[in-house]
């Protein structure tokens, strides 16, 4: 194992001398995964809580595909499904998106992570204690205003807890990347075993990296944790005279 490290220590970590590769890729692909899945899952979620029925079905059935399917077929069909298609073929800018193995990459594990998404936060906003929506309403506050001062903030608190679960397991939905030959730490572990056929080496270092990547997000969470949700401990007793 030492040998492996000496020798391709950088092709694990950041590259290989022409392109990044490792472990910066994968850090990539989820933070650029968790972001883009949070920022399209923010206004889906509201739909999805709305009282309006067709517009949270609508928003239900995207949900209920991406969340029923598998992560690795979703991939395929983004990279070599949706290319084969004749529109997308004959549009310059779609097909300039799609022979791009990273773009499709990024827009599978986004899809899916805002389905998920969608869903954790929908079931916080609809958590939300109806008095703090009632207090806000009686102070005046319109719908947009009351969404971006009292629900949304609340509802995102509530929601860490399974924001933090999710992002584990996108970290670990990132080893599908190099299906589309991405060249992620998978591939590199991949490649390397190729190469030295020490598979239990390869693999092993390829474990130790994810499971301090997944350790180090577990102890961001419980910080966001404990100082998110601090609102929620019971008040500390009061002290006898």
């Given amino acids: 194992m030492i040998d492996i490290v000496q020798q391709y220590w950088r092709n694990y970590l950041f590259t290989d001398g022409y392109q990044y590769t490792g472990l910066v890729v994968t850090l990539w692909l989820l933070a650029a995964s968790i972001a ?5 899952a923010l206004p889906l979620s509201v739909a999805r809580a709305s009282s309006n029925r067709w ?6 059935l995207y949900t209920y595909v991406f969340r029923g399917t598998p992560l690795y077929v979703q991939l395929l069909l983004c990279y070599s499904g949706l290319y084969a298609l004749q529109i997308v073929q004959t549009h310059a800018l779609l097909a300039d998106f799609f022979r791009s193995a990273m773009n499709c990459t990024l827009l599978a594990f986004a899809l899916n992570e805002g389905a998920y998404m969608t869903e954790i936060l929908a079931g ?14 009686a102070m005046g506050m319109s719908r947009l205003t009351l969404y971006r001062r009292v629900v949304m903030p609340s509802a995102l608190r ?3 807890p399974m924001c933090g679960n999710e992002v584990i397991l996108m970290l670990h939905s990132t080893t599908l ?25 390869a693999f092993g270092i390829a474990a130790g990296l994810y499971a301090t990547m997944a350790f180090t997000l577990v102890w961001a969470f419980r910080k ?3 100082r998110g949700l601090s609102f929620l401990k019971p008040a500390a007793a009061g002290r006898q005279h």
């Fill in 36 to 40: 883009s899945g949070f920022l399209l």
């Fill in 55 to 60: 517009l949270s079905y609508g928003i239900g």
């Fill in 124 to 137: 916080a906003i609809r958590a939300v204690p109806y008095g703090e929506v009632e207090a806000a309403q």
């Fill in 158 to 160: 509530r929601a860490l």
């Fill in 177 to 201: 990347a190099f299906t589309a030959t991405i060249p992620d730490l998978m591939k590199v572990t991949r490649d390397v075993n190729s190469a030295t056929y020490a598979s239990f080496s």
């Fill in 224 to 226: 966001l944790e404990a």
